[in-house]
Nanobody
Framework: VQLQASGGGLVQAGDSLRLSCAAS????????VAWFRQAPGKEREFVAA????????YYADSVKGRFTISRDSAKNTVYLQMNSLKPEDTAVYYC???????????????????WGQGTEVTVSS
């Protein structure tokens, strides 16, 4: 499966953005899909994940209550709605997917074999 992330940009603190992760090559439905982010000089960190139906969602504590991950199966696309953005959310955001991600690896970069190219989000104060 090929992943294409988009939707990043430059916004002010408090603004919202919606990132998209479009899949091609295979149907996305049975994949675990996640968003990670990497700020300059820092390791890539988990942001959110969605497993099977939208009943199974996972969030980093730092984004819980502000970010929402969702899936549009008809469009083979997963979204990350980001509200109340903060300067510390500034990073390159990557979507990742895998069919074989076990529950204990949902928040781990090693749990995913397929990665998009990243989309940059900059939040100014």
């Amino acid at each position: 499966v090929q992943l294409q992330a988009s939707g990043g940009g430059l916004v002010q603190a408090g603004d919202s953005l919606r990132l998209s992760c479009a899949a091609s090559g295979r149907t996305f439905t049975n994949y675990v899909v996640a968003w990670f982010r990497q700020a300059p000089g820092k390791e890539r960190e988990f942001v959110a994940a969605l497993r099977r139906s939208q009943s199974y969602t996972y969030y980093a504590d730092s984004v819980k209550g502000r970010f929402t991950i969702s899936r549009d199966s008809a469009k083979n696309t997963v979204y990350l709605q980001m509200n109340s953005l903060k300067p510390e959310d500034t990073a390159v955001y990557y979507c990742a997917a895998d069919m074989s991600t076990i529950l204990s690896n949902v928040r781990n970069v090693r749990g995913y074999n397929y990665w998009g190219q990243g989309t940059e989000v900059t939040v100014s104060s």
